[in-house]
């Protein structure tokens, strides 16, 4: 701590800005309408009473810490370029009537006719919100830093809502209703930052675009760790994705990726529903198995609900329950080159079409490919490779002579190219997009045979000759229970 001080002392001595020191139990509010923009405000060890920051300033917390109340935000930014550090806050989770008694208590000076209990810097600015959660920090301000900062407890650690330029870093949000809740928001970082223990998600975006976390921790939290609605360009970078029912949740939102990734320990490592245009690549999903829904049931990664051209490479998916899976009317995307091992299905596929499963490693899985009620794609020029595939390969071109059989479903489907040995090649995405176009000609309407031939691959499909026949399923056991958002 002598040294932040030292560091901070000649930073400011360096600057024209004004240093101000608060102890405990000082009125930080007057000093902050008493400053100047560019300012900086040090706020001594103990405990402060809750602010609002209007305008340019940094507030740096050395051994800060602020109490929330209800509707009562330790901190509020409502000025554009404000930087607040090192603060330690203490949230509040409180029951929706507490929130209604505080706004009847407030309306038009008071319709309950009560006195306020609370004063709060949320008052004095003449809007009363009864949509807003009950937040340790929220930011109406754009180009706002948050760092290292500590929340626990409150219904919504940070809120932000329509702004641009949010840097969220080496902060810890644990405990939480929600985490971080970004609404309408553009250009933001959450970095290195811990969302644990939350009881919806550890970080929740809607609405926004251009939206980076990495090296993040998303870790027990009873939903979603990361959960991304109605986004565009979202970047999910190197983050670990731990003991959550969703790592990752990609729900309507689009041109975004996922890449290198840890997830392990969750219901769904990664889930899309309804999102198209998404690359997911070079991900760890192991271990995904829980048993409080469906024993042992996991699903490393999940393509849902109509999403299209997302592609899917370079991951490794082991031991799950499903390593990797494509369900509920998606069509035109692509797993390719994925290490797919020890799970009990490696791929999943069910009602859906012109979906690409090729150049694939299926190893040690109990049952490698699983395709039911599908028109869907297990090779090109190539297809994958299976530990358990017996063929032969005399002509020594790498490709199996037999093709291999998909072991489970009613598709009746076939990888008419297997590789007799591990693929271990790099993986361009545009030429994934241009087999894609190339291979997924499958048409439903039309229910015709679709057969094409270079190279040697062939890629055939039966004619629908009669409406399609659903197997009767008479076992207990849920494979796969429906992901419904909850957030």
Known sequence: MAALRIVIILTLLSSPALAVQIHAGQDVQSAINSASPGDVL??????????????????????????????????????????????SIAGVKRPSEEKFRYYMERYQGGASGGASRVSTPAKSTGNLRLDLPNAAVLVFGSNVTLEKMSVRDAEVGVFAEGLDDLLINESTFQSCKTGVLIIRASNVIVGNTGLIGCEKAGLNASNSRSFTVSGCSAINNTHAGLFFRNCEDIDVIDNTLRGNSEGLVFWGTNHSSATGNRADQNYYGILLADSHNNTISRNILVNNRRSEIVSGFGVGMSIQANSSYNLVFKNTASNNYNGLEITENCQRNALCGNNISRNTHGVRLDKN?????????????????????????????????????????DDGDGIGDVPYAIPKGSSVATD???????????????EILEDIKRYARYNPEEGSTIRVDESGATIKYAARRAPPVFEENTNTVVERPPFTPVL
Do not use: C
């Not at 809750?50 to 935000?73: N, Y």
């Not at 040690?364 to 297990?378: A, E, L, M, P």
């Not at 008419?416 to 545009?430: C, K, N, Q, S």
């Open 353 to 393: 079409w012109n979906n690409l499963i090729y150049r694939n490693n299926f190893v040690d899985n109990v049952i490698s490919g699983y395709d039911n009620q599908t028109k869907s794609i297990w090779n090109t020029t190539v297809g994958n490779y299976y530990s358990d595939y017996r063929g032969s390969d």
């Open 42 to 87: 040090i706020l001594g060890a103990g405990e402060h009473r809750p602010f609002v920051v209007d305008r340019p300033l940094t507030l740096i917390g050395d051994g800060a810490f602020i109490r929330s109340d209800v509707q009562s935000p330790a901190i509020t930014v409502r000025s554009d370029n404000v930087r607040i550090e090192g603060f």
């Open 416 to 430: 008419y190219r297997p590789l007799v040995m591990p693929f271990t090649g790099e993986i361009d995405p545009d």
